[in-house]
């Protein structure tokens, strides 16, 4: 006999609701009286950062040494290993070509690469919530919720990006669960409470046409149990868990980011400018504190130029959301050669970049395919 749990109060019939977790509405949330400040109508709010004290005075730098540095310089013997190590690197590419070929010229450039990173806090509070089992609740009752940014954490190691979340202290209300209404389970959805559902083979019809004879799988009764329920005509609430109360409170959730701004100097050689970015170097200048100031008198005016934009772009990206930590510019020297070389009466031409000498092959001679999968 099919199960009818339509007279129990002790089931809530949610069979039209999605059984996925809700958040709860927002009347449901009264304000806290320790926590008026937190609360603006908004289940997620953000808090700005206190102002910050005033960096240290600018200093006077001298150029002249930076200027001094020269790039060390890619002989042939250089190109050339330096070819023969990527053709290693790539089964598509035989290297006979590589040690074949007959260097005509050798053009180098010297590249500057401006980088700023800002380490920065940022803070919000969201509404959350867990089941409650009766454990001790930290609510208003026992003091007054501090301030979003008077809470103490543990600042991870500058210049790499977290992000953690802390219950705000006596924030917790304990309330019951909106989503079955305290009654800790709920009609299912499939069988809507009976926990059975139609035969899929018979569709209920208890026999079979072809052949005319029982329905085998169920038996000769048309239904079968409910596999969503495992024939017990109800769920438990998968936003409780049973517990029938669900325990609110503030919770503050802390990003840590570090926003990066690059520039890489002008160039006259056809070499990519996104592996030029990403190249290692050779670091000419660091300067790391609370607060940077832009660079204003380096020999390379664009150099000049993008550290003013980069720090003003963080700064107007950042000041009103985000506490700053820490700022770190560098400028380092990219040494960057194009090599031209004759192979079976063609010109061909390849980059090497980079202090690890990378690289970057235009139109290569000797390439085919073994059978790989380009990704």
């Known amino acids: 006999m099919d199960r009818d749990l339509s007279d129990d109060d002790s089931v809530m019939d949610l069979s039209f609701e999605a059984e996925s977790p809700l958040a709860p509405p927002a009347e ?3 304000r806290l009286p320790s926590c008026d400040w937190l609360l603006q109508g908004d289940r997620c709010q953000i808090f700005f950062p206190p102002s910050e004290a005033p960096g240290r005075p600018q ?13 060390p310089v890619v002989t042939e013997e250089v190109a050339r290993e330096a070819l023969l190590s990527f053709v290693d690197s790539k089964c598509c590419y035989g290297s006979a070509a590589a040690g074949d070929l007959v260097i005509l010229e050798l053009k180098q450039q010297a590249l500057h690469r401006y980088r700023l990173e800002t380490f920065s806090e940022s803070r919000i509070s969201e509404w959350t919530f867990q089941p409650y089992t009766n454990h001790s609740v930290d609510g208003p009752q026992r003091g007054t919720s501090p301030r979003l940014w008077d809470i103490k954490v543990q600042v991870p190691p500058m210049f790499q990006e977290d992000t953690r979340k802390f219950q705000v202290p006596h924030s917790s209300l304990v309330k019951e669960c909106h989503k079955c209404h305290g009654h800790g389970r709920y009609k299912c959805s499939s069988c809507h409470g009976a ?3 139609r035969c899929p083979s ?3 019809a208890k026999r079979k046409a072809r052949p005319a004879r029982r329905c085998q799988m169920c038996s000769g009764s048309g239904r079968q149990r409910c596999s969503t329920c495992s024939g017990r005509g109800n769920k438990t609430c998968a936003t409780c868990k049973g517990e029938k109360k669900l325990l609110h409170f503030l919770q503050l959730v802390i990003v840590w980011k570090n926003s990066l701004f ?3 100097s002008e160039h006259q050689l056809d070499c990519p400018g996104e592996l030029l970015a990403k190249a290692r170097g050779e670091t000419l200048f660091k300067d790391e504190n609370t607060m940077v100031y832009p660079i204003v008198d380096f ?3 664009e150099i000049s130029l993008a550290s003013q934009r980069g720090i003003a772009e963080h700064s107007a990206t950042l000041a009103s959301r ?9 400028i380092e020297l990219i040494p960057l050669t194009e090599v031209r070389y004759w192979y079976r009466g063609k010109t061909y031409v390849y980059y090497i970049y980079g202090t690890d000498h990378k690289v970057y092959v235009v139109d290569y001679p000797e390439r085919y395919c073994r059978g790989c999968t380009i990704i």
């Open 28 to 30: 449901l949330l009264e």
């Open 59 to 71: 200093e006077q730098r001298c150029w002249s040494s930076f200027l001094e540095h020269r790039v």
């Open 195 to 197: 926990g059975t559902v």
């Open 202 to 204: 018979c569709s209920g």
């Open 262 to 264: 690059e520039f890489v």
């Open 299 to 301: 020999p390379l005016r």
């Open 322 to 330: 985000a506490r700053v930590l820490q700022q770190r510019q560098t």
